[in-house]
């Protein structure tokens, strides 16, 4: 990937306390999640304010690092003159990494510095940043165009404001507090983070159904501030430098606490980071990546951190599930032996130690539900699987140069919006995962073969080998569920038979036993019958064809066309039907919970 025009720009030498621009990015050092602050705010701060300004950023930015220990906190901003290079100043004394995001060229941008003095702070501040990225020239713009000021370099100021809202946990706003209608101007930029909408840059119905949904983007936090210049107080209702959360919730919008459905969402991802954090060599170890070492020296380099959380959501995910298939195995054996000991006290022999056997089985039953419960490994499988086949169709996305086709939507933008607002972590992981990559998509015809070849694959690879596997295995342990099943029923109704017409000759001696195989055999099929359901074994054979069917289907119109556009056009639509379709499978898991009432009710 070119590293220069619209694309990032790395410092050739890190400063000394930096951190080395040759390793990945902070989306993920160390494996943590960053906490991003993006800024937006006034150039024009009143002098008499800026001191406690400062007091309350610092303070701001403090809070996040204690609250967040697993995480790594992150500024993000384009570092304008006033509030921008402010906040970045305050992180960078706190040691927290500074990502700068410029609205254009740098050789155009630097036009807004038009003092020595300026141009000197800005270039410092770059230096010290862990990336410096560029935002490309908006359509229908050109160099000439965005020279000067004017609408056309709005738009592009409209375009660095939009991208650092998609791309941060934490909008943090210096701001008056007052409506304007200047485009990328601070009002338009928080309204954007709270409604997906900015008039002149976002076309109608680009926000989707994310606006009527619970959405976990909209998080402002507002520093009230004064501005120099004639009526320059904040708007009514405000006082200069007291500070709020402010959301989009139309009934209390200005809270003094971080609002609950975004600290859960926060909590969550604090987590996730933890997990990463415990088992970090066990998931250097075994884990699968997307990108081989030769494959990552030829591609875009922003794919590499979405790799490596796609591989910590993945082992995760396949550890969480270990346990999940551990617990109910062994719940559903404690089941069978708690029959297998009451049909035998009952029907074979009354010796007490049946009775034992059934407390005892119980009570182990009990034990791991409990302890499954309280690990909660099933959440954390179906949530890290989920993140994990995200971040997958988000990394193919990126190799392609797959896009949305709208200015202010990114692969993030397309998953679980209208599911539980506590799945909010999954995107929050999402917008982190590929901000190298949304700065300026790669649109080279490797990058799209290679989405083709190791995405779809064939019969033996990619996700068509492995679905065309998985059904497969999966028909072989329902047609094992059937089998017992019919074989318990030919049991029963022999044993019923024999009972029927000639039970009255046979000794007691046999038709005890008899009568107590056919209890073990109903309840051996009853077990599994129930395991199968826990398991969802019919409902995943069924997703498994369709995901089958859907790979086909791509690879088939793919391998149709030579245009490359098209071909693009069929991964966008295989994603979404792959995030859809994930979408169901982890709601379809959510309702076979591991809890209590299940094992009661087995």
């Not at 993006?38 to 690092?65: C, K, N, S, W, Y």
């Not at 000067?148 to 709005?154: D, E, H, L, V």
């Not at 980071?273 to 997307?290: E, F, N, V, W």
Request: proline residues 5%; negative net charge.
């Amino acid at each position: 990937m070119n590293r220069t025009g619209s694309a990032a720009i790395r410092q050739a030498e890190p400063e000394p306390e930096a951190i080395s621009h040759d390793q990945p990015i902070p989306s993920a050092r160390g494996g943590a999640v960053p906490l991003v602050v993006a800024v937006t705010g006034h150039r024009d701060l009143l002098p008499a304010e800026i001191p406690q300004i400062r007091q309350r950023v610092q303070d701001f930015l403090r809070e996040l690092q204690h609250r967040y220990a697993y995480r790594s906190v992150g500024v993000m901003s384009a570092l304008a003159e006033g509030a921008d290079q402010l906040v970045a100043e305050e992180a960078l004394a706190l040691g927290i990494p500074l990502t700068v995001t410029m609205p254009m060229p740098k050789t155009l941008y630097l036009q807004d510095f038009v003092t020595p003095e300026a141009r000197e702070r800005f270039e410092r501040l770059c230096a010290q940043a862990v990336d410096v990225f560029e935002l490309p020239i908006t359509p229908g713009n050109s160099v000439e165009s965005i020279s000067g000021p004017g609408p056309n370099r709005s738009r592009q100021y409209a375009q660095v404001g939009v991208f650092m809202c998609a791309h941060c946990h934490v909008l943090l706003a210096l701001w008056d507090g007052k409506d304007s209608d200047q485009l990328g101007g601070t009002s338009q930029v928080v309204r954007f983070h709270h409604d997906d909408v900015m008039p002149g840059f976002t076309p109608r119905g680009a926000a989707g159904r994310l606006v009527l949904a619970d959405d976990e983007s909209d998080l402002v936090y507002h520093i009230v501030c004064s501005r120099d210049r004639p009526g320059g107080a904040p708007a009514a209702g405000l006082a200069a430098l007291e500070a709020s959360w402010f959301t989009s919730d139309d009934r209390l919008p200005r809270v003094a606490e971080l609002p609950a459905r975004h600290r859960l969402v926060f909590d969550r991802t604090n987590e996730f980071s933890g997990d990463i954090r415990l088992y970090t060599d066990d998931i250097a170890a075994g884990k699968y990546p997307l990108l081989t070492p030769e494959q990552a020296a030829t591609m875009p380099k922003g794919l590499r951190d979405i790799d490596q959380l796609f591989c910590a959501a993945d082992w995760l995910a396949i550890h969480f599930q270990k346990r999940v298939q551990r617990t109910l195995l062994a719940t559903h054996v404690c089941v069978f032996l708690t029959g297998f000991a009451y049909l035998s006290y009952t029907d074979f022999r009354s010796d007490r130690k049946f009775i034992l056997l059934v407390l005892a089985a119980m009570a182990l039953a009990m034990l791991i539900n409990f302890l499954a419960q309280r690990g909660a490994w099933q959440r954390k499988y179906l949530d890290n699987r989920t993140l994990a086949e995200g971040l997958r169709v988000q990394f193919y996305w990126a190799a392609a140069g797959v896009t949305s086709g709208i200015v202010s939507k990114f692969a993030h933008d397309n998953f679980l919006q209208m599911q539980d607002p506590e799945l909010g972590w999954i995107r929050n992981v999402m917008r982190v995962a590929g901000t190298e990559c949304d700065v300026a998509p790669d649109h080279s015809s490797e990058g799209l073969e290679f989405a083709v070849r190791e995405w779809i694959g064939d019969p033996a690879s990619g996700q068509l080998g492995y679905f065309e596997r998985g059904s497969s295995k999966r028909l072989r342990h329902q047609v094992l569920t059937q089998r017992m099943g019919r074989v318990g029923l030919w049991v029963t109704a022999a044993a019923l038979a024999v009972l029927l017409f000639v039970g009255a000759g046979i000794p007691s001696g046999v038709r005890q036993p008899l009568v107590y195989l056919v209890g073990c055999v109903l309840l051996l099929v009853g077990v599994r019958q129930a395991y199968a359901k826990a398991t969802a074994e019919a409902e995943l054979l069924k997703q498994y064809e369709f995901m089958h069917r859907i790979f086909h289907n791509a690879r088939r119109r793919i391998d149709d066309t030579d245009s490359e556009e098209e071909q693009r056009r069929v991964l966008k639509i295989l994603g979404d039907a792959a995030l859809e379709e994930h979408s169901e499978w982890l709601l379809l898991h959510r309702e076979r919970s591991i809890d209590q009432k299940e094992i009661l009710r087995l």
